[in-house]
């Protein structure tokens, strides 16, 4: 074979620079074998910017423009055909062309064919000819066009995901400056729909979403966009709002058709769904202040119980903001040591003498001053700050008992959040054992939240406290629906009577008799019972004549430091 003539195996540039570019049908017909070997459409160009050679796969690939490829062609006009068209994007790339031409550029575009699409690159060679590659693409590009849809998408409902929200709150509110067309948005957070996670399973929960799903597209337009952002929320853009009444009749649409019983596999599901609502442009113009104010008015949807919806106002926004503004200081509290505990003492009936006292928790600001607990607990529980500050009350408060008087106990409100914690059992060893107090002088105070979460687990933990010798109180007994069943559940050592029942014996005629019903259960199962909030001593002696064994409230003593319950002790025959 001559040394001048090698054959082409790839279309590469180093392939392309060994056959020597000169025109003429003898040269191409000798090349011709090679060419077609080539799995790429294959096009050479010389120096002058003439076609001298071409490959069957290039025609193949070119279709109707393959009539260009004539002897001695004129290589521009073809490159034109094949960027073609008149469009301004069409128009730049031709330029882009030129420049790559002009400058000797490798160059890379995609002709857009009838029913395939071609990859062309051009390779300058050092003679100053030209090799263009031509290779089909179209599977490729619908694979990642498949990609780039999927990515898009949520895998369980196939609805929007949280990227296609994106750019579809961009295209609406680049048609809000440009139209002055406004929009909605409506963020969606299920009710209820965790009890269903964990008590049915996630499969049972992922077909709930797809309900879900499938009712939300049914409340909107073509128009508007239902996508899922995560768990079990949901956001609608509502697109061409014209006044809020549309958007209102929405939230109330969506409210009422989530909160409709669902079948699934056989279960009859109950759920419900709060909504938050805001509007462009008066909330904002940009997404991320719009999805904010949407979320701040979800926050007041849930505020005000659930199953509702709330437009947003300018205040939301503040309130979140002195929110956050005390989470980031109750963090900093325990560090600084700007809890406190007061001690509010119960006194036994029979005996006249002090029985123990129940621990209270205080924040005393350097700012702000004396933040209630009904302020600063409920923020608590909601972060999981309560855990820690839980932790911090037991040991502070066993170490204070042991000041006390030996018979004297201490009692603790445990909230559901430090039940769920795994470190209870061991912060209550490790106190006691920290502080010397015996187990018997500490009592744990729970409400009915504990006992409706995670039930078996709750016994084995209350069980384990019991076998330490720690005791066990029901608070605020009386208030929720299964009481007397937890009675039977736990043999609980005391029953506080809710306040509430206390504050109705002067007032109701039917809270001597719940006051009495409650007293003599205690006693049957040989439990005490203490009433809490009692003020008056009208109210004591009513409560004594009921059966109840102690009582707790401002008649004895209010919530005091413990440097002033040396005092209070004093006052009061010793048991």
């Not at 049914?218 to 549309?246: C, H, K, N, Y």
């Not at 607990?377 to 204070?400: F, K, N, S």
Request: aromatic share 4%; with cysteine.
């Amino acid at each position: 074979m001559s040394p001048d003539l090698q054959p082409v195996a790839t279309p590469s540039r180093e392939a392309a620079r060994l056959i020597p570019m000169q025109p003429g049908p003898a040269r191409r017909d000798a090349l011709l074998p090679y060419l077609d070997a080539v799995r790429q459409g294959l096009l050479m160009i010389d120096a002058g910017g003439t076609v001298i050679a071409f490959n069957a796969p290039a025609q193949r690939l070119l279709g109707d423009l393959a009539v260009t490829l004539r002897d001695n062609a004129a290589a521009l006009p073809l490159l034109r055909a094949l960027r073609g068209g008149s469009a301004p994007s069409r128009r730049a790339d031709l330029g882009a062309l030129r420049h790559a031409l002009d400058r000797r550029l490798p160059a890379l575009f995609e002709i857009g064919r009838a029913h395939h699409t071609v990859q062309a690159e051009l390779h300058p060679l050092a003679d100053g000819g030209w090799v263009v590659t031509l290779e089909d693409v179209s599977t490729r590009k619908a694979t990642e066009a498949r990609a780039d849809e999927m990515a898009r998408l949520d895998p369980l409902t196939g609805l929007p995901n949280r990227l296609h929200l994106r750019e579809r709150l961009a295209e609406a509110l680049a048609r809000l400056q440009r139209d002055g067309e406004a929009c909605a948005v409506l963020l969606i957070d299920l009710d209820r729909f965790k009890p269903v996670n964990d008590t049915l399973g996630h499969p049972i929960g992922d077909a709930l979403l797809e309900k879900v799903a499938d009712r939300l597209r049914s409340t909107v337009r073509p128009t508007d966009t239902v996508a899922r952002i995560g768990g079990d929320e949901f956001v609608i853009l509502q697109a061409g709002v014209r006044d809020a009444a549309g958007t209102q009749a929405l939230a109330r649409r969506i409210v009422d058709l989530i909160g409709r019983t669902y079948m699934v596999e056989g279960h009859l599901l109950t759920i419900g769904t709060s909504v938050g609502v805001a509007l462009a442009p008066d909330d904002g113009v940009d997404a991320d202040r719009l999805l904010k104010n949407a979320d701040l008015a979800l926050y007041r949807a849930k505020l005000d119980g659930r199953g509702t919806y709330r437009f947003f106002e300018p205040e939301m926004d503040a309130r979140m903001q002195a929110r956050r503004k005390l989470e980031l200081d109750m963090r900093q509290a325990l560090a600084r040591r700007e809890f406190q505990l007061h001690y509010q003492p119960q006194l036994q009936l029979q005996s006249g003498a002090l029985s123990g006292c129940e621990a209270l928790i205080r924040w005393h600001h350097p700012e702000r001053g004396l933040v209630s607990p009904l302020d600063f607990i409920p923020l608590a529980e909601e972060i999981g700050l309560i855990v820690p500050i839980g932790e911090w009350v037991i040991r502070q408060a066993c170490r204070d008992a042991m000041t006390w008087p030996a018979h004297m106990s201490v009692a603790v409100n445990v909230s559901p959040a430090q039940f769920k914690s795994d470190r209870l059992v061991e912060t209550i060893i490790s106190a006691l054992a920290s502080s010397g107090l015996p187990a018997r002088r500490l009592e744990v105070e729970i409400t009915e939240g504990v006992l409706l979460q995670e039930n078996e687990k709750t016994l084995q933990t209350l069980h384990r406290l019991r076998e330490l010798g720690v005791r066990v109180s029901m608070d605020d007994f009386g208030t929720g629906y299964s009481s007397l069943s937890y009675l039977r559940s736990f043999p609980f050592d005391k029953i506080k009577i809710d306040r509430s029942f206390v504050k109705d014996l002067t007032s109701k005629p039917d809270g001597e008799a719940i006051i009495r019903a409650i007293a003599g259960l205690g006693k049957s199962l040989g439990m005490t019972t203490v009433a809490e909030g009692v003020e008056t001593s009208e109210q004591m002696q009513r409560i004594r004549l009921e059966g109840c064994t102690d009582v707790q409230g401002y008649l004895i003593s209010k919530p005091i430091p413990t440097e002033d319950l040396a005092q209070v002790f004093a006052s009061y025959p010793q048991a």
